[in-house]
């Protein structure tokens, strides 16, 4: 069974989590680099509370979920997801995302992409990544051990929460260098994955020089 990050991994929306994330920070004379730093991975409320802790966490969270929830200029599906998702059975892949689920619905559609069956988002969960538990309830949904589960990840927070809940990742893009030893392999996007299914389970193989393979 397959649980995706979103954010980075199925849809590009990078420059636009990062313009929504500098105008906030601006508005209250925060370090906007600093913001973008922290929120690779995590909740925009762990983000709040890192960099302001002075400030009202769940007012600012509101805030920032708003412009999130309107906002999708720029964002478009990242290369070879809607190839990958259409090769899964909708039972067998879900989406684990530091986003809320109405942004996390509302970007899947912006980008073309299909909604998951299974969707575990910041406002399910108690702890945000690199906490394990919005892995280990993906994989209570998909009927899964940890174990037979496979995890893709663009951010070192995501990479550790996988690794905490005792599954397999696959990390996805170039902000991996320092978690690389608790990646089973690397992509530099999804066109480098391709899944068969079989009598077997689930196989994914992954092009690009790799020989590498994950069954789940």
């Given amino acids: 069974m397959i649980s995706f990050d979103l954010d980075g991994v199925l849809v590009d929306s990078m420059g636009l989590i990062e313009r929504i994330l500098r105008e906030w920070a601006a508005g209250h004379e925060l370090d906007g680099d600093k913001a ?9 409320i762990d983000v709040v509370r890192l960099i302001a802790p002075h400030l009202d966490a769940d007012a600012e ?3 920032i979920v708003e412009r999130e929830e309107r906002d999708f200029d720029g964002l478009t599906a990242t290369p070879g997801a809607a190839r990958l998702l259409d090769a899964l059975p909708s039972d067998a892949w879900g989406i684990v995302t530091s986003g809320t689920r109405a942004v996390a619905q509302r970007r899947l559609a912006a980008a073309g992409l299909p909604q998951p069956t299974h969707l575990v988002a910041a406002d399910d969960i108690q702890h945000g990544k690199p906490h394990p538990e919005g892995y280990l309830a993906a994989a209570e949904l998909l009927g899964a051990a940890p174990a037979r589960c496979v995890v893709l990840e663009d951010a070192p927070a995501g990479v550790r929460a996988a690794h905490a809940a005792g599954m397999r990742c696959i990390g996805v893009g170039r902000a991996l260098a320092d978690v690389g030893a608790l990646l089973s392999t690397h992509v530099d996007d999804l066109c480098c994955v391709h899944a ?3 009598l077997d389970g689930l196989l994914l193989r992954f092009s690009a020089g790799t020989r ?5």
């Fill in 36 to 44: 973008v730093e922290l929120s690779h991975g995590r909740r925009d």
């Fill in 61 to 63: 969270t509101r805030r």
């Fill in 196 to 198: 068969e299914c079989g």
């Fill in 212 to 216: 590498q393979r994950t069954r789940t």
